[in-house]
């Protein structure tokens, strides 16, 4: 094992483009650029206007303007009147679009008036300096974070600011903060370190040296190597901040889970305890709730952990986000400035859940009741050859899965705010607040381009209930086969979480040389 395993979820607070995303969070190169299969690749190609859509280094037109003389002797020809009449008919285009634009944002801007419980909870922030007065019913709240920071600039930095201003405003009383931190040397150690004398709730701080591997499940690919699925290292870097949870005595009402994301502390209170509020006595109630993260003022990111009510993978990755695929309930949601947009998971990059899902569950003494269920954790798929993010996998265990039908589903309790929105350097939070003012002109064009490209993908155990026998193609190993083994249809008994996969292999490189990414793609055997 080399001396230095490199974090393969590696996350680091400055500028990126979406190409430099494509490595980091979003598991297995679920960003939707590395998604377009092969023959929608070919149609952006022959439509530019597609392939300017997807690109995020389009520049624009160079307009050049070509030489003539002084003076022209030659009458204006016929093409000098079709020239003059384009050039009015485009000057006409852009002026109707400015104004669509102009009035978009002043006369109908989205999201941007969220339902009486936000303000009245940013009133009271904004009128006290108490510690715990964004907490007015005095919630516990453990806070929950698994960190890469090798330069130390998210423990030392602004994300490190922002989680202490968050436990001033949950007041120090209510919170526990649980960091877990490995394989980042010695600047990550000295910067939480230097976090941790800060702290003033309970907390547990933990960097370790290196990760023990040897701990972590492995799987045997194609020609017999041992390897570790890349999703497994993730679900366990992210189970360590949970530990605290197995022997905590306290009992916690939320849990949030926080990534390395720039996020406004009043906003991590919004999702918290103003998520679908406004008809419940104010009261927020959820399973999940998840921010819409950003990687930059207009591309959504988290599209490998979303899914939405009826288990669709994302559409293109601007607003409205989802497709008309099936009810469509989602879509409608977010075109209708709901609060709570019902899916069956979401990530979004901080995320608040009902802690009971998490802490031990005690059945009551005077009933004969079955034992509980353990409590909820991050998880990887078992599938070789398929894979699905510990992020929507955590929501599939915490959900009611429909008994007969996923079109019969209506709520699961998961919920994603768009009012709450991250993102990954503090540049594109900034811009968040304008661009969203816009977003009311993009449905139209986000419908159509999904079509042409084909959105949502295709996934064979979508549909899937769990304890019903189904046929699925899956990947069986065979020693004496020089593949290793080969894909066959088998009956076996669905999961809960077929909704949450797709076909594919990542695993975790042990011994990484300079440059190279933590994890590699294994290709899927014909």
């Known amino acids: 094992m080399s001396a230095r395993l490199l974090h393969p979820d590696e996350y680091e607070l400055d500028a990126r483009s979406s190409v430099d995303s494509q490595g980091s969070f979003n598991l297995d190169d679920a960003d939707f650029e590395s998604q377009i299969p092969p ?48 050039c009015f008919y485009h000057n006409l285009i852009m002026g109707i679009m400015v104004a669509l634009m102009v009035g978009s944002a002043i006369l109908r801007p989205s999201y941007s008036n969220p339902p009486p419980q936000y303000a009245t909870l940013r009133d009271a922030v904004d009128q006290s300096t108490d510690p715990g007065r964004g907490n007015v019913r005095h919630e516990k709240v453990f806070i929950a974070a698994s960190l890469y920071d090798k330069s130390g600039d998210l423990a030392g930095g602004e994300w490190g600011s922002r989680v202490l201003q968050l436990v001033d405003l949950l007041g120090p009383d209510n919170v526990f903060l649980s960091i877990y931190e490995n394989d980042s040397g010695e600047d990550g150690r000295s910067a939480l370190r230097s976090l941790e004398e800060q702290v003033r709730c309970k907390k547990s701080i933990i960097f370790e040296e290196h990760l023990d591997l040897t701990t972590l499940p492995t799987v045997t690919i194609p020609g017999g190597e041992t390897r570790i699925k890349r999703i497994e290292y993730l679900a366990e870097v992210r189970n360590r901040a949970l530990k605290p949870l197995d022997e905590a005595q306290d009992h916690y009402d939320k849990l949030l889970y926080l990534n390395d994301v720039v996020f406004d502390p009043v906003d991590a209170l919004q999702l918290l305890f103003s998520t679908n509020a406004a008809d419940n006595d104010g009261i927020a109630q959820y399973r999940a709730a998840c921010a819409v993260d950003f990687v930059n003022a207009f591309k959504f990111y988290d599209t490998y952990a979303t899914r939405d009510l009826q288990g669709y993978s994302m559409g293109l990755p601007f607003f409205p986000w989802f497709s008309t695929a099936g009810n469509g309930h989602s879509r409608s949601d977010v075109l209708s400035e709901r609060d709570a947009v019902r899916v069956r998971s979401c990530w979004g990059g901080m995320v608040a859940f009902d802690a009971q899902y998490f802490q031990k569950r005690n059945p009551a003494k005077t009933q004969p009741l079955p034992p509980p269920p353990p409590p909820t954790r991050f998880r990887a798929a078992h599938d070789l050859f398929w894979e699905a993010s510990e992020c929507c996998l955590v929501h599939a265990d915490i959900q009611d899965a429909p008994s007969s039908s996923v079109d019969e589903l209506t709520d699961t309790g998961i919920y994603m705010n768009p009012y709450v929105r991250v993102a990954y350097d503090s540049g594109t939070l900034s811009w968040l607040s304008t661009t969203r003012r816009f977003e009311k002109l993009y449905p139209f064009l986000h419908n159509v381009v999904n079509h042409l490209v084909g959105l949502p993908w295709s996934n064979p155990r979508r549909e899937e209930i769990p304890g019903q026998r189904v046929q699925d193609t899956v990947w069986v190993p065979d020693n004496l086969d020089k593949g290793g083994g080969s894909f066959q249809v088998v009956d076996r008994l669905a999961g809960n979480d077929g909704f949450c996969g797709r076909r594919g292999l990542q695993v975790i490189v042990e011994h990484r040389e300079e440059g190279q990414k933590g994890w590699e793609n294994i290709a899927v055997p014909e």
């Open 39 to 86: 023959q929608p690749r070919r149609l952006l190609h022959r439509v530019p206007l597609l392939s300017r859509l997807f690109s995020s280094t389009y520049a624009g037109y160079r307009r050049i303007k070509p030489s003539r003389p002084l003076i022209s002797s030659a009458p204006r020809s016929s093409c000098s009147r079709l020239l003059r009449r384009l």
